[in-house]
């Protein structure tokens, strides 16, 4: 099955008991059981409840693999996955990563003694460099939030296979359609499902997809004990938007490439970051691992902090908040918002400057954003 039949048919079938075409939003929190233990696959909705089976289905069909499991948030799918590791155990993790990634290893992990180590894994030695006696796991974002630096998935799953290290990438900016990590030999990939593939900004989620059955079954125990599931109305919500998914996505990197080109000539910009562009430092890597270059563009406004601020201040359709990858285009200010979780020396390290501005270009008419950029550059 092509993947845009599979965003609209896998994992689904009209209900039998009705012929209704969508899911049945199965609001209940436990099952009837005939007697003892004899049921029909769902006892209490903690452990399973079959609209969620439906929305895990479909991820695993979209990422081309066999287990997937629905989480409460990003947060709670990632929080479940870093419990498969214990006190003592060591991570490794791109530099510049989702600000509430960093902030989960620093201020709550490290409290379990997992210890991190944040290191630039665009460079493909310096995994090597940081692989220690207790390293259990690799943790990666391509492309980068919010530099949008590409990671090469395939070289650094590869190290991992031979060091019988998990290797767990975040796919939350590429999403399934343009970027596939369990086929370039990723261990577990991950969504933040408030984003791309909800798509809508009306619901907050999390997933994990896997090839691997262990892992699966204990990320399964894990999100059963501790209990960061999803509710059946938002699994439901974010299965409707993936019907879509794919007409999003053209339109989003349509729209982010015109919007990009657009700015690179623009007197009162430094610097635009999208690897759809030839100046982009990976623009090669981008066209070998990803199918297309995602609806996020990052630029560097002339003149710093205060024309930020103006950029911020004067656009209308680009509205100023912090998310990405719904259907209308937003605005937003790494340093002070998605990325002030980060102290200012390392952020300023990395390149996350005051002067930064992160698109998430959305899918309204082109002309109207462009004319929106262009009243607020003036
Ligand atoms: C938003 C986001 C998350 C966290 O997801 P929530 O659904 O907000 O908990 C994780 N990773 C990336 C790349 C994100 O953009």
């Known amino acids: 099955m092509k993947f845009e039949t599979k965003t609209i048919h896998a994992g689904q079938k009209p209900d039998p008991s009705t012929g ?64 498969l590791f214990k006190n003592g155990d060591h991570i490794v993790c791109c530099d510049d990563v989702y600000g509430g990634t960093y902030r989960l290893f620093t201020k709550v992990l490290v409290n379990n003694g ?54 767990i990438v975040d796919n939350t900016f590429m999403s399934p359609y343009f970027q596939n990590p369990l086929n370039l030999g990723a261990d577990i990939v991950l969504h933040s499902t ?5 798509g809508h900004s009306d619901v907050v989620g999390g997933a994990t997809i896997t090839n691997n059955f262990d892992i699966h079954e204990k990320l399964r125990f ?85 024309n930020a601020k103006k950029l911020l201040k004067k656009t209308h359709l680009f509205s100023l908040a912090e998310s990405l990858g719904g259907v209308e285009s937003l605005i937003e200010h790494p340093a002070s918002m998605t990325h002030a979780a980060i102290e200012k020396g390392t952020r300023e390290k990395l390149g996350i400057v005051d002067g930064l501005v992160r698109l998430s270009v959305g899918i309204e008419h082109i002309d109207d954003l462009i004319s929106d950029l262009k009243q607020a550059l003036e």
């Open 20 to 83: 209704a075409i969508m899911p049945p939003i199965f609001q209940t929190s436990t099952y009837v059981q005939e007697e003892p233990g004899k049921h029909k696959g769902y006892e209490y909705s903690r452990t399973a409840n079959p609209t969620r089976t439906m929305l895990q289905d479909n991820l695993a069909a979209l990422e081309n693999g066999k287990y997937a499991l629905a989480f409460s948030s990003g947060c709670g799918a990632m929080t479940t996955v870093m419990h």
């Open 222 to 306: 894990l999100e059963n004990a501790m209990g960061t599931v999803p509710g059946p109305f938002d699994a439901w919500l974010i299965l409707r938007g993936i019907k879509t998914l794919a007409l999003r996505m053209k339109a989003h990197e349509a729209n982010a490439l015109k919007i990009a080109t657009y700015l690179s000539d623009h007197p009162g910009i430094e610097k635009v970051i999208y690897p759809g562009l030839k100046s982009h430092p990976q623009h090669l890597l981008a066209k070998k691992q990803c199918s297309g270059f995602g609806g996020m563009v990052s630029i560097v406004v002339k003149g710093g902090l205060p």
């Open 194 to 198: 408030t984003k791309y593939l909800n």
């Open 114 to 167: 997992i210890k991190c180590t944040f290191t630039d894994l665009t460079k493909t030695e310096n995994l090597k460099k940081n692989i220690c006696s207790n390293t259990k796991a690799v943790w990666i974002e391509s492309p980068t939030n919010p530099l949008l630096k590409l990671i090469d998935i395939e070289a650094i799953a590869s190290i991992c296979k031979s060091k019988n290290i998990i290797c």
